[in-house]
Structures are given as C-alpha cells and as structure tokens.
C-alpha cells in the first residue's frame, strides 16, 4: 500500500492571494484579520482531502536571500507590505502552530528553495507530493511524482497539466520564465519576448536557452512575429537571459534539519486556539472548538443504600438529559428565519441572556 502524499503549502503565495482576493475582516480592536481566516479556510479544507499526510506550510523568512546577492534588482521594484496585511503575519503563524501543522522558515532562501528541496527528497524516495500553491514558477517542479494543486481556483497540474497551461512541459519552465522575465519578482528577461515569442522560440528549436543560442541563425525562419530581429536581440542581452535562468531556477539543495518523516502534523493546542480565536474574534471556529470540547467522565457515586424513595426522581433525570441537548450558532439570516418560526410553532420556549 502506497504512502499517503506529501503535502506541501505555499504559506506566503496563500497570504497575499488571500489579502488582495477577500474582502477586509476586521475585530472590534480594528486588527485586520481577513487574511488569516482566508489562509486558515483553506489549510482546513487542504487537511481534509489528506487527513492521512505529512503537511507542511512553508513561508518566506525575513532579510534577504542569494537572489537579491546575484541580482540587486532582484524584487526591488515591489512596494513595501502593507501594514494591514503585515499585522496579520505573526498571528497566522502562531495559528498555524497551534492548529498543530509545522511551520518552516528558513533564512537566506525563499518558501519556492524550501517546497523545491523537500518536494525533490520526498519524489526521490519513490512518494508523491502535493504543492499547494499559486506561483506559476513551481510548475518547474512537477514530475511523475509531483503535482501542484490551487484550491483558490481548483486547477489540478500535473505533467499534462503544465504542458497544456504554458505551451512547454516541466522541463523547460526555467528557460521560459528567463527569457520572457517576471514583472512580479523583477526578472529582467530579454527585452521585447513576452509569453508568445518565448514560447515560439523555444518550441522552434526544440530545446531550452542552450540549444536556442547555439540555434541562432535558424531563429529568423521561425513563424515568430519579428523573428529576423531576434537573433541580435537575443545575442544582445544573452547575459541577461542566462541571469534571468539562475534567478527562476528554484534550488533544490538547500539545507534542511526535516525530512519528509518530521512533517506529520501534532495534536492541536487547544488553549492556545482558543486565545487566538477569541483574540481575532473567530466567533464560529471558536463554537465549534468548545462543542469539540471532551466531556468531564461523570464521578464515581457509591451504590445507594436507601430503599425505592432514595432513587433520583425522574425530573431530576429529565433534567440531566436536557443539559446535553444540541445547539446550533445561527450566523446566517435564513437560519435565523427558520428558527423564528420554530420559536413561532412551538408552545413553550425560554430565553437565556448574559451580560458581562
């Protein structure tokens, strides 16, 4: 019987999807918290289609990396965090650890280094992995034992897949990526090759940036639009397009203290939860986490010693099975409808208010 798969989150993709993509939630202290319940929605729902897994959510570590060493430029262009979606950093993590999933950062790489290493160990064992994420750049990840999967969208990528979706398979998703550039991390690329003509080209020579340079003088022949200006082009800026590759190329080397084996989830902390529900005002996770809650065992009582009369009277027992009776947190308006009418049909009903 097969292992169940590796899986492996994208935390920080997940984070800024989720920032920019839901609508803003906020507590009563003003603490923005849309984001947070947005990557907690999906890291809950992710568990349960592998409840059996080793789960990880990797995250970006603070301070530069060898890519902003190689290249200075390298996402200077982004605008700092901004301070609505950096308050939510600190508390994602803490939940993430408290619902009892590890949590990595390592320093000096990215997330993409950390997935890309433990996702090639895990494949090199002979067991599949699952990628959750949104970055078009891991799809040079996949291979016969690796998938990508976006449950923002529900795409499913594997070989095919990523054939299908970008034009090229795994295996030249590096080459594609230097020479067209990436806008979002600022790889430069060749100027004037977007999406069509990196594709046109590499299709055209049947290989990646090496055999395209050694393939120059067949570029104009190509049915690219402007093909008999490339080749200059492309010799212009080959330093570039060679630079744009090592930026792209996610490692796969990087040294980790975990192995696939470390990466099954614990037990969660309840308490710690129920801080951080109450903190964020997580109204409906924290009801279902106190309707969770054991039940104490009933204590021991010593046999009766008293006739008939000493047994419990039975409203005293009508009474316990009442206490455990069900209730439902009613946080839609066509529940709550439905339950006036309930309250309207029935002939005795009783309403119980607290104030603190």
């Keep these: 019987m097969s292992k169940a798969p590796l899986v492996l989150v994208d935390g920080s993709s997940y984070l800024y999807r989720a920032f920019h993509a839901l609508p803003p939630l906020a507590n009563s202290k003003g ?9 907690l929605n999906m890291l809950k729902s992710l568990r349960k289609q592998y409840p059996d897994s080793p789960f990880a959510v990797v ?9 902003d060493e190689m290249f200075e430029h390298y996402k200077a262009h982004r605008p700092p965090m901004p301070e609505e979606l950096r308050g939510q950093v600190e508390p994602l993590h803490a939940a993430v650890r408290a619902l009892g999933y590890p949590l990595l950062c390592v320093e000096g790489v990215e997330a993409d280094d950390v997935i890309g290493t433990l996702a090639r160990q895990t494949a090199a064992l002979g067991r599949d992995v699952v990628i959750s994420t949104g970055d078009k750049d891991m799809a040079q990840l996949v291979c016969p034992h690796v998938t990508l999967v976006n ?7 594997d070989i095919e897949g990523v054939r299908e979706k970008f034009g090229v398979g795994p295996e030249l998703i590096i080459d594609y990526l230097a020479l067209m550039g990436d806008k979002v991390d600022n790889i430069p690329g060749v100027p004037g090759v977007g999406e069509k003509t990196a594709l046109g080209l590499l299709v055209g020579v049947g290989g990646g940036l090496d055999v395209l340079y050694a393939s120059l003088d067949k570029v104009p022949e190509l049915p690219i639009r402007g093909a008999k200006t490339l080749p200059a082009k492309l010799a212009e800026h080959k330093d570039m397009a060679f630079l744009s590759y090592q930026l792209a190329t996610i490692k796969t080397d990087v040294e980790l203290d975990v192995g696939v084996d470390d990466l099954y989830p614990g037990e969660p902390d309840r308490a710690a939860l129920v801080t951080l529900y109450t903190e964020l005002e997580f109204k409906g996770w924290l009801d279902e986490l106190q309707r969770q809650q054991p ?20 409203a005293a027992v009508a009474a316990q099975a009442a206490s455990e009776s069900r209730y439902e947190t009613v946080l839609e308006q066509a529940r709550f409808d439905a339950w006036l009418k309930k309250l309207e049909a029935a002939e005795l009903i009783a309403f119980d208010t607290e104030t603190t």
């Design 59 to 67: 995250f970006d570590a603070k301070g530069p990396t060898f890519r």
């Design 295 to 314: 039940k104490a065992r009933p204590a021991t009582v010593a046999a009766p010693t008293g006739g008939l009369f000493d047994a419990p009277e039975p």
């Design 31 to 39: 603490l923005q918290t849309g984001a947070v319940k947005g990557v």
């Design 151 to 157: 449950t923002m969208t529900g795409s499913v990528y």
